[in-house]
């Protein structure tokens, strides 16, 4: 898979991409994750949660590097999200 991921930075502009599905994969277990997806939520995104108890097998096949791994990993569009990333700095994708 060919995605771009993104782990707590700044971002560029598309708003469009608030309009767009962010699927959240997450821990079961975990509690931060609901809440990172309620924030993306009351900030205009959709968001689809994905419960998994395999995170490491989603963030290998998404490509993310073990040193940035965190508990969830959401995708919007071609990006991968790792961590509590902002609503915002995702809108400015």
Known sequence: MNARWIALATLVALPALAQETVTVYKNPQ?????????????????????PTPAME???????????????????????????HVPAADIRRL
């Open 57 to 83: 097998g989603v963030k290998q096949q998404l490509g993310v590097p073990r040193s940035l791994a965190s508990c969830h990993t959401a995708r919007v569009g071609e990006y991968v999200i790792e961590g």
């Open 30 to 50: 975990c509690g931060c994750c609901g809440k990172w997806a309620a924030h993306l939520r009351e900030n205009g995104f959709v968001v689809r949660e994905v």
